[in-house]
Each structure stands twice: as structure tokens, then as C-alpha cells.
């Protein structure tokens, strides 16, 4: 079988071409520290209020001894509960996500914040909120007739200003 020069040429130019978009998209996924969920947990979706993590009143954000932050959310007919959380800004972030019905899919536009929220697991993200300011929480995920509706908000604060939240906090409750 013979094959012309040119089209030998044009195949490696199209090979080449395929190769950097490969190398762009790994080095880019690299670089920004994206990659594939890796935590693999499940749960009862229908017992999560009887769950010790996910339990009402354990739900938002909490503060670990090493300084970061844990986030607990459920997703669920049509919303995201807590509505409204506050956050602090240069600090790590780990968001646990559980679903009360059906596959949500939640974003934090202008971040490298994105999952898939799948009943009976528990989806698990890493990352960190740098500014200051007001973002939103959306379901990316089409979910049901009230999908539009299904939003959050997230209000990032300073490392200082979220010291003196928690100290308000702890006298309130003490």
C-alpha cells in the first residue's frame, strides 16, 4: 500500500496537532491542580438526618485544629442547605457534599470548585476561596422542574474577620 508524501505529512501535522491539545489540557490540569475525585465513600441518602456528620445541626462550616475548614452540605429538593455560608479567604477547604434525591451538580463560578453530587455517596473537594466577597453556589446538574432555583450563596471573609465571627460565636454559645 502506498502512500503519497503529503498526505503523510498532513497525518503527522494532525497527529501533532492532537498531541499538543493533550499536552495543554494535562499541563493546564496540572498547573491549576485539577484532578479526579478520589474519595470514595458512601452513605444512606435516606437516613441522613439520623446521620452523625450530616445530622442538621452539624451542617456548615467548622473549623479543624490545623486551622482549615470543613464544609458540610446536603443537596436536595431544589436547594442547598445551609442557604448561606461564611467562609475565610487564604485558608483550606474541604467541602463533603451528600444528595437527599437525585445526581446535583454544584459550582462556584471564577473558582476550580466543581463536583458531582451523587446519592448514597459522599463527594468530597478540596480547595481554596482567595478574595474576599459574595459567591455563588450553583446546581450544574439538570435535577427537576425546580432546578433554576437551586442556588446557595457563600460570603468569603478575611482570616481575621473569621476569628472574630468564631469568637462570637463560642460566647454565645458558652
Not at 477547604?93 to 462556584?108: E, K, P
Not at 446519592?119 to 480547595?127: I, K
Request: charged share 15%; glycine share 10%; proline share 4%.
Amino acid at each position: 500500500m502506498h502512500i503519497d508524501q503529503l498526505e503523510k505529512r498532513w497525518a503527522g501535522i494532525a497527529l501533532g496537532i492532537a498531541g499538543f491539545f493533550v499536552a495543554v489540557i494535562l499541563g493546564s490540569a496540572l498547573f491549576h491542580g485539577i484532578h479526579a475525585p478520589s474519595n470514595v465513600e458512601t452513605i444512606d441518602s435516606a437516613k441522613l438526618h439520623l446521620s452523625e456528620e450530616f445530622a442538621e445541626d452539624k451542617l456548615g462550616a467548622s473549623t479543624n485544629p490545623d486551622g482549615s475548614v470543613t464544609v458540610r452540605m446536603v443537596a436536595g429538593r431544589y436547594g442547598f442547605y445551609p442557604k448561606t455560608l461564611t467562609l475565610p479567604a487564604e485558608t483550606k477547604l474541604t467541602f463533603r457534599w451528600v444528595s437527599l434525591d437525585v445526581i446535583h451538580g454544584v459550582h462556584i463560578p471564577m473558582t476550580n470548585m466543581s463536583t458531582m453530587i451523587v446519592p448514597g455517596y459522599v463527594a468530597q473537594v478540596q480547595t481554596e476561596l482567595h478574595h474576599a466577597g459574595d459567591y455563588p453556589l450553583l446546581c450544574n446538574e439538570y435535577c427537576g422542574m425546580g432546578h433554576a432555583h437551586m442556588w446557595s450563596n457563600i460570603k468569603v471573609v478575611s482570616k481575621a474577620q473569621w476569628e472574630a465571627l468564631n469568637k462570637q460565636r463560642g460566647a454565645n454559645h458558652g
